[in-house]
């Protein structure tokens, strides 16, 4: 990241220079420094959103930084200018997005955001999605292959592209959970209901009968034949 660190430090000039003189023309000189910031995490967050919008959220999320930034605190402009840059950008690219996303997806997306910010704090520059991916111990083309859902539909992401690097204890690994995901879709409205009751949410098959007003035995048959599309859809991926 040698060549962002050092546009990094021409920020933290521009916004020195602009602290100094507060006028229109030094202001600008922050905006053309912080472009290449701006288009970072338009790259990482935007996902299908426009690029001119993006580049403009993130524009301002600059001009909100140099406005509200105290130079006398110990934290560098550009560090708390990419918690504004980011924030913006992000604000936007999710209020556009309008696609389902599962849970172990808006995990990992928070994961990210979580090392992307700690990132920043520690080392006043950002880091780039190899880092991101060895943090967060999945391969580097997932982290832009995750952070697209929400904004296509989930049949759109290459799953195949998504893989854990390392597996923790008692956790399925991120490309099992989307497999685990794509099955159970297969399943209609009573099937899921069943095989989260049973297998989620430990309750006895007497007590999902009872939960959804159906015999004991009309439940013991929604299963096993739940578990049998599961079975088939997974060996199938």
Same mark, same amino acid.
């Given at each position: 990241?040698?060549?962002?660190?050092?546009?990094?430090?021409?920020?933290?000039?521009?916004?020195?220079?602009?602290?100094?003189?507060?006028?229109?023309?030094?202001?600008?000189?922050?905006? +053309?420094?912080?472009?290449? !910031?701006?288009?970072?995490? /338009?790259?990482? #967050?935007?996902? =299908? &959103?426009?690029?001119?919008?993006?580049?403009?959220?993130?524009?301002?999320?600059?001009?909100?930084?140099?406005?509200?930034?105290?130079?006398?605190?110990?934290?560098?402009?550009?560090?708390?200018?990419?918690?504004?840059?980011? +924030?913006e950008?992000?604000? !936007?690219?999710?209020?556009? /997005?309008s696609? #389902?996303?599962? =849970? &172990?997806?808006?995990?990992?997306?928070?994961?990210?955001?979580?090392?992307?910010?700690?990132?920043?704090k520690?080392?006043g520059d950002?880091?780039g999605?190899?880092?991101?991916?060895e943090?967060l111990?999945?391969?580097?083309?997932?982290?832009?292959?995750?952070?697209?859902?929400?904004?296509?539909?989930?049949?759109?992401?290459?799953?195949?592209?998504?893989?854990?690097?390392?597996?923790?204890?008692?956790?399925?690994?991120?490309?099992?959970?989307?497999?685990?995901y794509?099955?159970?879709?297969k399943?209609?409205?009573?099937?899921?209901?069943?095989?989260?009751?049973?297998?989620?949410?430990?309750?006895t098959?007497?007590?999902?009968?009872?939960?959804?007003?159906?015999?004991q035995?009309?439940?013991?048959?929604?299963?096993?034949?739940?578990?049998?599309?599961?079975?088939?859809?997974?060996?199938?991926?």
């Amino acid at each position: 990241m040698e060549e962002t660190g050092q546009v990094n430090q021409t920020i933290n000039e521009a916004a020195a220079y602009y602290y100094q003189h507060k006028d229109k023309e030094s202001a600008e000189k922050v905006l +053309g420094a912080g472009k290449g !910031l701006i288009k970072y995490f /338009a790259r990482l #967050y935007g996902g =299908g &959103c426009c690029e001119d919008d993006l580049f403009q959220a993130g524009s301002l999320g600059l001009l909100k930084a140099l406005r509200n930034f105290d130079p006398d605190r110990e934290t560098s402009f550009v560090t708390y200018a990419s918690h504004c840059i980011m +924030g913006e950008v992000r604000h !936007l690219a999710r209020k556009e /997005a309008s696609f #389902y996303r599962p =849970g &172990c997806v808006v995990e990992l997306q928070s994961k990210v955001d979580q090392e992307v910010l700690k990132y920043i704090k520690e080392n006043g520059d950002v880091p780039g999605t190899e880092y991101i991916a060895e943090k967060l111990k999945i391969k580097e083309e997932s982290v832009i292959e995750v952070m697209r859902a929400g904004f296509v539909s989930f049949d759109d992401i290459d799953a195949s592209r998504i893989h854990s690097t390392a597996y923790e204890t008692f956790q399925l690994p991120i490309e099992d959970k989307l497999t685990l995901y794509h099955a159970l879709k297969k399943l209609t409205d009573i099937q899921q209901k069943v095989i989260q009751m049973i297998f989620i949410k430990d309750m006895t098959q007497q007590q999902v009968a009872s939960q959804l007003g159906i015999s004991q035995r009309q439940v013991s048959r929604v299963k096993e034949r739940s578990v049998e599309i599961l079975r088939e859809n997974i060996t199938k991926e």
